[in-house]
């Protein structure tokens, strides 16, 4: 027989619960326990690959990449186009008017996210972002190993 949290918390032992009933803790730590072990055995689309080390186990960076991927998309024009508020919106000389919607038709947005990949002399390699294009400009300015993008 298993006791409960609140047997535990008042001392109460005849508030013991039976395995059969799962608490809240048990509960959620069962769940963790699955998700765990999920992750560990999906590959998510990913061969696993035995990296080659140096002697002192670290990776050499082969190469880093910028890529800028562009595209563009179409919205709803005058729709949802709030003002971010300012501390000056405190007073009525200086909030803006309440907004409204005033949708008119569709318009083309052009969108664009620089993303960084690192390749390892073992084949290896690791993509992030979006990121920044200032970073991505020092990141690019200060590697000798990236190429123009």
């Given at each position: 027989?298993?006791?409960?949290?609140?047997?535990?918390?008042f001392?109460?032992?005849?508030?013991?619960?039976?395995?059969?009933?799962?608490?809240?803790?048990?509960?959620?730590?069962?769940g963790?326990?699955?998700?765990v072990?999920?992750?560990?055995?999906?590959?998510?689309?990913?061969?696993?690959?035995?990296?080659?080390?140096?002697?002192?186990?670290?990776?050499?960076?082969?190469?880093?990449?910028?890529?800028?991927?562009?595209?563009?998309?179409?919205?709803?024009?005058?729709?949802?186009?709030?003002?971010?508020?300012?501390p000056?919106d405190?007073?009525?000389?200086?909030?803006?008017?309440?907004?409204?919607d005033?949708?008119?038709?569709?318009?083309?947005?052009?969108a664009?996210?620089?993303?960084?990949?690192?390749?390892?002399?073992?084949?290896?390699?690791?993509?992030?972002?979006?990121?920044?294009?200032?970073?991505?400009?020092?990141?690019?300015?200060?590697?000798?190993t990236?190429?123009?993008?």
């Amino acid at each position: 027989m298993l006791i409960s949290d609140r047997a535990k918390l008042f001392g109460n032992a005849e508030a013991g619960v039976s395995a059969a009933r799962l608490g809240r803790r048990g509960f959620l730590a069962a769940g963790l326990a699955s998700v765990v072990a999920a992750v560990e055995s999906a590959s998510f689309g990913q061969a696993p690959v035995t990296a080659k080390r140096a002697s002192d186990g670290a990776l050499k960076i082969d190469a880093v990449e910028l890529m800028e991927l562009r595209g563009r998309y179409t919205e709803q024009a005058g729709v949802d186009g709030q003002a971010q508020v300012n501390p000056l919106d405190v007073y009525d000389d200086f909030r803006p008017q309440p907004y409204k919607d005033q949708p008119s038709g569709t318009r083309q947005v052009q969108a664009s996210a620089v993303y960084l990949r690192i390749r390892t002399a073992a084949g290896l390699d690791g993509l992030y972002g979006p990121i920044e294009k200032s970073a991505g400009i020092v990141v690019h300015t200060e590697s000798p190993t990236v190429p123009d993008w």
